[in-house]
T-cell receptor, first 112, second 110 residues
Framework: DTGVSQNPRHKITKRGQNVTFRCDPISEHNRLYWYRQTLGQGPEFLTYFQNEAQLEKSRLLSDRFSAERPKGSFSTLEIQRTEQGDSAMYLC??????????FGPGTRLTVT | QKEVEQDPGPLSVPEGAIVSLNCTYSNSAFQYFMWYRQYSRKGPELLMYTYSSGNKEDGRFTAQVDKSSKYISLFIRDSQPSDSATYLCAMSSNDYKLSFGAGTTVTVRA
């Protein structure tokens, strides 16, 4: 499978705990994106990497959120001190061309 | 008001019918327009993208963009039950951030 992969697929955590998600992009893609999707809504942009550089962060990405892409390969998204409002599907996408973003299956987070 | 408006439906059609989906937008800076298909509990799948106004056809799918009216459409001909999914429009004014509509849920009845 040469698509975008995300792990874990599901995560249930208690409020206040930290969680980390991983995204492995399509191998030749230098651009990587994180989005968040809640039920009945379209994905909302969180952040963008070109190679290892994080070039843009949405105001949705509070101080509790941090994303990294060491060596321009896989990326991690960490949420500290989770809140119930963080429950959502976290989607990763990658691209080589400017606007052809290919999405992974997502990580569904439930905060209890 | 949201930047991208999309009727959530749901839309139910018989097999073989034409499915018509649309989005309106308010940001005149949007230049790139995409349609994604999303099955339940899966990630969005890129169906089509276009840069300029006009029509683009790919198999059973036709995308239309009217920048003067800030209106885009997706038509699915000869619809099949496997086309049952949520369809998301997305657009961008630059090369990274996509702004999505809320999605329209489509059911094609066999």
């Amino acid at each position: 499978d040469t698509g975008v992969s995300q792990n874990p697929r599901h995560k249930i955590t208690k409020r206040g705990q930290n969680v980390t998600f991983r995204c492995d992009p399509i191998s030749e893609h230098n651009r990587l994106y994180w989005y968040r999707q809640t039920l009945g809504q379209g994905p909302e942009f969180l952040t963008y990497f070109q190679n290892e550089a994080q070039l843009e962060k949405s105001r949705l990405l509070s101080d509790r959120f941090s994303a990294e892409r060491p060596k321009g390969s896989f990326s991690t998204l960490e949420i500290q001190r989770t809140e119930q409002g963080d429950s959502a599907m976290y989607l990763c996408a990658s691209s080589l061309a400017l606007y052809e973003q290919y999405f992974g299956p997502g990580t569904r987070l439930t905060v209890t | 008001q949201k930047e991208v408006e999309q009727d959530p439906g749901p839309l139910s059609v018989p097999e073989g019918a034409i499915v018509s989906l649309n989005c309106t937008y308010s940001n005149s800076a949007f230049q790139y327009f995409m349609w994604y298909r999303q099955y339940s509990r899966k990630g969005p799948e890129l169906l089509m993208y276009t840069y300029s106004s006009g029509n683009k056809e790919d198999g059973r799918f036709t995308a239309q963009v009217d920048k003067s009216s800030k209106y885009i459409s997706l038509f699915i001909r000869d619809s099949q039950p496997s086309d049952s999914a949520t369809y998301l429009c997305a657009m961008s004014s630059n090369d990274y951030k996509l702004s999505f509509g809320a999605g329209t849920t489509v059911t094609v009845r066999a």
